[in-house]
Nanobody, 118 residues
Framework: QVQLVESGGGLVQPGGSLRLSCVASRSFSTVYSMGWYRQAPGKQREMVASINSAGSTNYADSVQGRFTISRDSAKNTMYLQMNSLTPEDTAVYYC????????????WGQGTQVTVSS
């Protein structure tokens, strides 16, 4: 099991920025891919951004051009830079590690709350 710990959430005004961090208990190079997901109350969980072992990234249409996923392999840490935030970005954000080619073979962090409001 990969232990994942998210941090960096909080309250931010519309148009503002936040950077989320996710520290993994094992090397980033030993997992298939990592990603950020989010879930708002009463809504389904959605993929926000992902990055695989080769460094290829994928973004949800709703965050394309505003969010950037990155990694620091030396620190076993993944980041999500969120810019131009809107109230629709309000959700609990989760870090996930995909351990194999099976999409269901994942471990999850506990989540960090992001609230975008005036």
């Amino acid at each position: 099991q990969v232990q994942l710990v998210e941090s960096g959430g909080g309250l931010v005004q519309p148009g503002g920025s936040l950077r989320l961090s996710c520290v993994a208990s094992r090397s980033f190079s030993t997992v298939y891919s990592m990603g950020w997901y989010r879930q708002a109350p009463g809504k389904q969980r959605e993929m926000v951004a992902s990055i695989n072992s080769a460094g290829s990234t994928n973004y949800a249409d709703s965050v394309q051009g505003r969010f950037t996923i990155s990694r620091d392999s030396a620190k076993n840490t993944m980041y999500l830079q969120m810019n131009s935030l809107t109230p629709e970005d309000t959700a609990v954000y989760y870090c996930s590690a995909r351990k194999t080619l099976l999409r269901t073979d994942r471990d999850w962090g506990q989540g960090t709350q992001v609230t975008v409001s005036s």
